[in-house]
T-cell receptor
Framework: GQQVMQIPQYQHVQEGEDFTTYCNSS?????IQWYKQRPGGHPVFLIQ?????EVKKQKRLTFQFGEAKKNSSLHITATQTTDVGTYFC???????????????FGRGTQLTVWP | DAGVIQSPRHEVTEMGQEVTLRCKPI?????LFWYRQTMMRGLELLIY????????DSGMPEDRFSAKMPNASFSTLKIQPSEPRDSAVYFC????????????FGQGTRLTVV
């Protein structure tokens, strides 16, 4: 069945260091979405990638969608304490029988930033 | 719009009791989702609705769980009878066109069954 795998599960960095989380799907995705959840909070949408090989930037955050549309990454340059939280990737399934509604979430990468 | 509104924010109940979680989606959104989040299993989709109709309930753990959406502005998730293993944070989310647009999550209901 559909699976979205995300690594690493945990990442601890010192403020100023870079951070990357990777997302891999067992099937082709029509799009990939990234969410951030602060401790004690709820997932908040960050961005959506749709095109093969797409790269988008939001300030210090860079998002990539793989050429085969099966993998994605989120890279944060020079982390800050405000980046603390869990980052999730999520994607719907492509192909026959796919439903429009179902988003498959990865397990998330929990980022801790030491000042 | 105030966003997706869930109630209650916290619920503590005794094993065997009925629990009802409530959700008001963002007006105009055609899709409504119920998720459960635990440390062990992460974020799990329980059920989702399109235009008030349940589309996929394959994530509902067992018959003790039921969900309804009587109209476009209200949904409930009911657990009867509740068990300690149901303790989790339950999120409701809504979106315009399902998995191809961003999902807006509510603040969640933290359920503790003792």
């Amino acid at each position: 069945g559909q699976q979205v795998m995300q690594i690493p599960q945990y990442q601890h960095v010192q403020e100023g260091e870079d951070f990357t989380t990777y997302c891999n799907s067992s099937t082709t995705l029509s799009n990939i979405q990234w969410y951030k959840q602060r401790p004690g909070g709820h997932p908040v949408f960050l961005i959506q990638l749709v095109k093969s090989g797409e790269v988008k930037k939001q300030k210090r955050l860079t998002f990539q969608f793989g050429e085969a549309k099966k993998n994605s990454s989120l890279h944060i340059t020079a982390t800050q304490t405000t980046d603390v939280g869990t980052y999730f990737c999520a994607g719907p399934r492509m192909g026959r029988g796919s439903t429009l509604g179902r988003l498959y979430f990865g397990r998330g990468t929990q980022l801790t930033v030491w000042p | 719009d105030a966003g997706v509104i869930q109630s209650p924010r916290h619920e503590v109940t005794e094993m065997g009791q009925e629990v009802t979680l409530r959700c008001k989606p963002i007006s105009g959104h055609d899709y409504l989702f119920w998720y459960r989040q635990t440390m062990m299993r992460g974020l799990e989709l329980l059920i989702y609705f399109n235009n008030n109709v349940p589309i996929d309930d394959s994530g509902m753990p067992e018959d003790r769980f039921s969900a309804k959406m009587p109209n476009a502005s209200f949904s409930t998730l009911k657990i009867q009878p509740s068990e300690p293993r149901d303790s989790a944070v339950y999120f409701c989310a809504s979106s315009w066109t399902g998995a191809n647009t961003e999902a807006f999550f509510g603040q969640g209901t933290r359920l503790t069954v003792v």
